[in-house]
Nanobody, 127 residues
Framework: QAQLVESGGGVVQAGGSLRLSCAAS????????MGWFRQAPGIEREFVAA????????YYGDSVKGRFTISRDNAKNTVHLQMNSLKPEDTAIYYC????????????????????WGRGTQVTVSS
């Protein structure tokens, strides 16, 4: 059974950094596009970042462009999200997700494109 497990969340002051990791088990996602979403209380889940299987294509939500970087290590079946210059409005539960396709051609990383989801990790940015 495929599982995605997020780690690396925590409490950080505004301006600080965190690095989230997502470890996949039960199957390999090395040939699949993957991504990160987040959800704050009372707000719909929001797209954060996505990456194609080969890392050729990366996508970012407007609110995180220039501050967050998505990367992956296919040999370790992991994907990471480096978050810099964090702001209080980045506070949310962050979810890792995987698709059933490679993302080898440009694609729109909507929530419905993702089939597998982790349970999330809490990120809290204090002001």
């Amino acid at each position: 059974q495929a599982q995605l497990v997020e780690s690396g969340g925590g409490v950080v002051q505004a301006g600080g950094s965190l690095r989230l990791s997502c470890a996949a088990s039960g199957r390999s996602f090395s040939n699949n596009a993957m991504g990160w979403f987040r959800q704050a209380p009372g707000i719909e889940r929001e797209f954060v970042a996505a990456i194609s299987w080969s890392s050729e294509y990366t996508y970012y939500g407007d609110s995180v462009k220039g501050r967050f970087t998505i990367s992956r290590d296919n040999a370790k079946n992991t994907v990471h999200l480096q978050m810099n210059s964090l702001k209080p409005e980045d506070t949310a539960i962050y979810y890792c997700a995987a698709t059933l396709f490679s993302g080898a051609a440009p694609w729109h990383p909507s929530e419905t494109a993702f089939t597998f989801w982790g349970r999330g990790t809490q990120v809290t940015v204090s002001s």
